[in-house]
């Protein structure tokens, strides 16, 4: 697979990362564990060196299940993880504080069965902690080598250069795809500015991008998509519009609509790498071979002036955790 640089960071990975997070968490069901140590071994074999977790995805299992996968081709891959919410809990609320910063790591560590984490992001900002205060712990855990690279995760233009003069940022992970585009407005101009990477997560809008999903779909009782109001029923049906277009642009390049849904990303910037996630195998061949679909002009022309006739309805958080992002 070909390889990105995020920004000026010097860090280089797979044009196309996996996010581990549905792995053994949010969405349902999940995988046993060995299933899933066999689909990130894939994926690296496939051409994928850079995975995605975060202590909150379990809390803590899906560090301990990506440090078993990939403890035997460790120094061929680079691993991210974050930090910032209480105990490890989204629904405790936020804890950024150096000391908390210090401990996550060294337990992180463990759970990852690794001597160094490449990229270490900032899950959310804290308002109760000054961000040159965490940077500033990161800052240390850089220097006795624990951290490689640091980043922030659904942070706003001014928390972002605020950490950059103190600890240049590597990469700044937030949602972006043809159905969440907001960073467009202030978020890609400033990471384009300082030379700081982006890695959209949700690359395929948690699924509905793909087209599995319609107004007929019916989520796992604690599978995360049914608090979202972007998926309720109605508005599922009110975006089918855009996944009728994904399809029509699809079948024009032989491609599917998801791998159209990752190519268009990666034609926005050479410093964008999405890590969709999946569970399934097909499905990671699917979003793999996007790495290999060109979008010329053309293509890209024409989705646009499909986007214009489309709007999306539906609010992509509920309020309780909407209130966290891009502070």
Same mark, same amino acid.
Not at 256 to 261: C, I
């Given at each position: 697979?070909?390889?990105?640089?995020?920004?000026?960071?010097?860090?280089?990975?797979?044009?196309?990362?996996?996010?581990?997070?549905?792995?053994?968490?949010?969405?349902?069901?999940?995988?046993?564990?060995?299933?899933?140590?066999?689909?990130?071994?894939?994926?690296?074999?496939? @051409?994928?060196?850079?995975? *995605?977790?975060?202590?909150?995805?379990?809390?803590?299992?899906?560090?301990?299940?990506?440090?078993?996968?990939?403890?035997?081709?460790?120094? +061929?891959?680079?691993?991210?993880?974050?930090?910032?919410?209480?105990? @490890?809990?989204?629904?405790?609320?936020?804890?950024?504080?150096?000391?908390?910063?210090?401990?996550?790591?060294?337990?992180? /560590?463990?759970?990852?069965?690794?001597?160094?984490?490449?990229?270490?992001? +900032?899950?959310?900002?804290?308002?109760?902690?000054?961000?040159?205060?965490?940077?500033?712990?990161?800052?240390?855990?850089?220097?006795?080598?624990?951290?490689?690279?640091? @980043?922030?995760?659904?942070?706003?233009? *001014?928390?972002? %250069?605020?950490?950059?003069?103190?600890?240049? #940022?590597?990469?700044?992970?937030?949602?972006?795809?043809?159905?969440? &585009?907001?960073?467009?407005?202030?978020?890609?101009?400033?990471?384009?500015?300082?030379?700081?990477?982006? #890695?959209?997560?949700?690359?395929?809008?948690?699924?509905?991008?793909?087209?599995?999903?319609?107004?007929?779909?019916?989520?796992?009782?604690?599978?995360?998509?049914?608090?979202?109001?972007?998926?309720?029923?109605?508005?599922?049906?009110?975006?089918?519009?855009? $996944?009728?277009?994904?399809?029509?642009?699809? *079948? $024009?390049?032989?491609?599917?609509?998801?791998?159209?849904?990752?190519?268009?990303?990666?034609?926005?910037?050479?410093?964008?790498?999405?890590?969709?996630?999946?569970?399934? /195998?097909? %499905?990671?061949?699917?979003?793999? @071979?996007?790495?290999?679909?060109?979008?010329?002009?053309?293509?890209?022309?024409?989705?646009?002036?499909?986007?214009?006739?489309?709007?999306?309805?539906?609010?992509?958080?509920?309020?309780?955790?909407?209130?966290?992002?891009? &502070?």
């Amino acid at each position: 697979m070909q390889k990105r640089h995020l920004g000026k960071s010097g860090l280089e990975v797979s044009a196309v990362g996996l996010g581990c997070m549905g792995l053994s968490f949010a969405y349902r069901p999940t995988l046993e564990r060995k299933a899933a140590i066999t689909l990130i071994r894939d994926a690296f074999d496939k @051409g994928v060196n850079f995975f *995605d977790s975060a202590e909150a995805y379990g809390p803590y299992t899906n560090e301990e299940l990506l440090g078993e996968a990939l403890a035997p081709i460790r120094d +061929q891959v680079v691993i991210a993880t974050k930090f910032g919410f209480k105990n @490890g809990v989204i629904g405790e609320g936020l804890d950024s504080r150096p000391e908390t910063i210090k401990s996550m790591v060294e337990a992180s /560590l463990k759970r990852l069965k690794t001597d160094r984490i490449e990229l270490l992001y +900032q899950h959310r900002i804290d308002p109760l902690v000054p961000i040159e205060d965490v940077v500033g712990a990161v800052k240390q855990l850089v220097e006795e080598g624990k951290i490689l690279h640091f @980043g922030m995760s659904e942070a706003g233009p *001014d928390a972002i %250069r605020r950490a950059h003069a103190v600890l240049p #940022v590597a990469a700044l992970q937030s949602e972006y795809s043809l159905w969440w &585009r907001e960073p467009e407005e202030q978020i890609l101009p400033v990471l384009e500015e300082l030379g700081i990477g982006f #890695v959209p997560f949700s690359p395929l809008g948690k699924g509905f991008l793909t087209g599995a999903i319609d107004e007929h779909t019916k989520f796992a009782d604690n599978d995360f998509r049914n608090v979202v109001p972007r998926f309720t029923e109605e508005n599922r049906k009110a975006n089918a519009k855009l $996944v009728e277009v994904l399809g029509q642009i699809a *079948d $024009v390049k032989g491609a599917t609509r998801a791998q159209v849904a990752l190519a268009w990303l990666l034609a926005q910037k050479p410093w964008i790498v999405p890590i969709p996630g999946t569970t399934k /195998l097909n %499905r990671l061949e699917e979003n793999i @071979g996007a790495a290999n679909l060109v979008l010329n002009n053309t293509d890209l022309i024409a989705i646009a002036t499909a986007l214009e006739q489309i709007k999306v309805v539906g609010d992509r958080y509920p309020a309780h955790l909407q209130k966290d992002v891009n &502070r």
